[in-house]
């Protein structure tokens, strides 16, 4: 073994305190276990205590830790090639290009690739305002979140007062561009209490009128999650999607799906396939290199594409390697990946839901795919941030790595790797009833 990683594998916890102090970090739920080294679902931390993780880390591995084929990709690919500047063509970019375009819907058959889920959000701003004008103003859902840089910070519920008080990106409004807003069909709570299908036609009139009367010039584009994720897994109605679509084309203005999180776990390769509807733009990033960094944008035919004069240029947007495992992954998802991810997921939703029978304050399960959120609210349907935040926290001493997610924080995520099988589903159910009822009673 290399003897700078002999170094850093036999640290010590004095040590690792040591190298603590010296880290910033901008984000991120910390608090839990300090990793080590993981496999399949399961990971490890420096102590040795085992864990059955429920986040994929932040939703990108869907293959899990340590997938021997993507290990055989990078140790071969490696070798041969690993950086390459965006300037210079090679095999693989060519290669993942074709074969994102054949998984896309019709009509889809140009890649951008790019660095991350935030520059992929700013690429398709770019690509609408070349598409688009007169334009200034684009239209984002309510407590949506598309990333954190200074372009997309501004369309995410982390620059409202979403959760009563301001934070994050509220903290640099003047950096940052305004999103008009429009409000979101939630079909477990609605501000007016009416019924899903009445609020779906409430949210698509105040969309129109926003449209007309709300935004200067044409919107430059809507930007949509499928499954408003970070909301706390909200799966927006098809016909609402299908609808907003044919908004977009009345007004002229683009419709832009922020696929980041839900590229492959739903069980399909994209969310615009499963709710039959066809965007204009796919934004993609997390889990889309397999575990390694990389993101892109999927453009319709119809549009203008970037010009080769620095409209969009980085260095690091042409990682062969990122890019070769990718490939892999699209090869694993058409070879039994995806369906397993559905059958494991409704497995896992459906496990989760009896609980529902005997714990009344869990008061929504959603689950499409291996996409999955626990919402815990009481009898009026008040979010249980408290219980919910206890929750999450004695799951790491049980062995069990959930997200956090819904602007109040009261949903957990359950959202493993997509090769999951049955055993492990029932170990997740085990682990998550036994947090539950130690907080809950």
């Known amino acids: 073994m290399d003897k700078m990683l002999e170094r850093i594998y036999s640290m010590t916890n004095r040590e690792l305190e040591e190298c603590a102090a010296h880290l910033s970090l901008g984000g991120g739920t910390r608090g839990g276990p300090v990793l080590d080294h993981g496999k399949g679902v399961r990971v490890w931390d420096v102590n040795g205590k085992d864990y059955i993780d429920c986040t994929s880390q932040s939703w990108a591995l869907l293959l899990g830790y340590c997938n021997e084929d993507i290990n055989q990709v990078i140790r071969e690919h490696s070798s041969n090639m690993t950086h390459i500047h965006q300037g210079f063509d090679n095999k ?86 305004a999103f008009v807003r429009i409000p979101n069909p939630v079909t477990y709570r609605n501000p007016l209490g009416v019924d899903t299908e009445e609020y779906i036609d409430i949210c698509l009139k105040m969309t129109r009128e926003i449209f007309q009367r709300g935004v200067a010039g044409k919107p430059a584009g809507v930007i949509v999650e499928p499954i408003q994720a970070s909301a706390g897994q909200l799966i927006l109605p098809k016909r609402y999607l299908q609808e907003l679509r044919a908004l977009c084309d009345e007004f002229e203005t683009l419709l832009i799906f922020d696929e980041i999180q839900t590229y492959g776990r739903i069980g399909e390769t994209f969310a615009a396939n499963y709710f039959g509807v066809t965007p204009d733009i796919i934004c993609l990033g997390k889990s889309v290199g397999a575990g390694l ?84 609210a009481d009898e009026k349907l008040n979010p249980m941030t408290e219980e919910a935040t206890k929750i999450r926290t004695v799951g790491f001493k049980n062995g069990l790595i959930l997200g956090t997610g819904g602007v109040r924080k009261n949903v957990l995520k359950v959202k493993p790797p997509m090769i999951i099988n049955q055993a492990e589903c029932d170990e997740i159910l085990e682990k998550f009833e036994a947090s539950v009822k130690e907080v809950l009673g």
């Open 92 to 177: 693989v970019r060519f290669y993942l290009a074709r074969e994102l375009a054949k998984h896309a819907p019709e009509g889809m058959n140009r890649v951008s690739f790019t660095v991350g889920g935030g520059p992929a959000i700013e690429a398709a701003m770019k690509i609408a305002f070349k598409n688009v004008q007169p334009s200034r103003e684009f239209v984002t859902l309510f407590d949506s979140y598309h990333g954190s840089t200074l372009g997309s910070m501004g369309a995410s519920w982390i620059s409202t007062k979403s959760v009563g008080k301001f934070f994050g990106g509220s903290r640099f409004l003047p950096l940052t561009r």
């Open 293 to 376: 960094p990389l993101a892109a944008i999927i453009i319709h035919d119809k549009l203008e594409g970037f010009s080769p004069d620095s409209e969009e240029l980085h260095t690091f947007a042409n990682p062969t390697l990122s890019m070769a495992c990718a490939a892999k992954q699209l090869e694993l998802f058409d070879n039994g990946v995806l369906e397993n991810g559905r059958n494991m997921g409704k497995y896992l939703g459906d496990g989760l839901k009896k609980l529902q029978e005997k714990y009344p304050q869990i008061g929504d399960v959603r689950q499409l795919g291996m996409h999955i959120g626990v919402e815990f």
